[in-house]
């Protein structure tokens, strides 16, 4: 199988029953709605389905990653750019395509064209992705071929309508997750507070629409440039 061959392209209308009738039968989670801000994907060999992936709004909160980018949700400002990010919900290869290389390949063509997608289905981009994955099931060994981030564990808590619970009448769902980052923007390392000195000209990117902690000098620089995908 020649990895230079594959392509990923979102999920036509008409794509959109098999594509859920697949991760339905396949995915241990089931199929998940088109709920809210939601693009559907598939990775095509020679015209032939490969892959399948699923990238939704993101987690309303996660404590491991508020932390890292500095929000906090006491701001309405915090909350609305919830939208500048998009979670993995669904990552499916297909049966008997199971190669190696294959999944971390199809995960770097979605980073690719994922922020001008969802620029032109929702009329912003994304700076950030992310995913939780399940220790009891995956290591999460694609994401780490794709050079994805483990950030830390989430804390296993549920959302109810009251708010966040601990309590969990089915533990498989409510376990702690990994939970894994990918930038979509080349300066996005200074989130982490290792922002290494920018030579001169050098494009910048606006990465502070995250609400990023950065010097003074440079937050100046961010607000005249927008972020290169």
Known sequence: MNLDEVRVRPAARSEEPPHRQLMAAHHYLGFLPK??????????YHEQWVALLSFSAAGWKCAVRDRWIGWDFHRQYDYDRLKLIANNSRFLILSHWHRPNLGSKVLSLCQKRLSDDWQKRFGHPLLL?????????????????????????????????????????????????????????????????????????????????????????????????????
């Open 129 to 229: 992705l992310e995913t939780f994955v399940d220790p009891q099931r995956f290591a999460g060994t694609v994401y780490r071929a794709a050079n994805w981030s483990y950030l830390g564990h989430t804390r296993g808590y549920r959302r109810t309508r009251q708010g966040y619970s601990a309590k969990c009448y089915r533990p498989k769902k409510c376990s702690s997750k990994l939970y894994k980052t990918m930038p979509l923007c080349h300066r996005f390392d200074q989130v982490q507070g290792r922002a290494q000195r920018r030579p001169e000209n050098a494009p910048t990117q606006q990465v502070h629409s995250l609400g990023l902690r950065l010097p003074a000098h440079d937050r100046q620089l961010l607000h005249r440039s927008p972020c290169l995908i």
């Open 35 to 44: 709920i809210g801000q939601t693009l559907w994907y598939v990775a095509v």
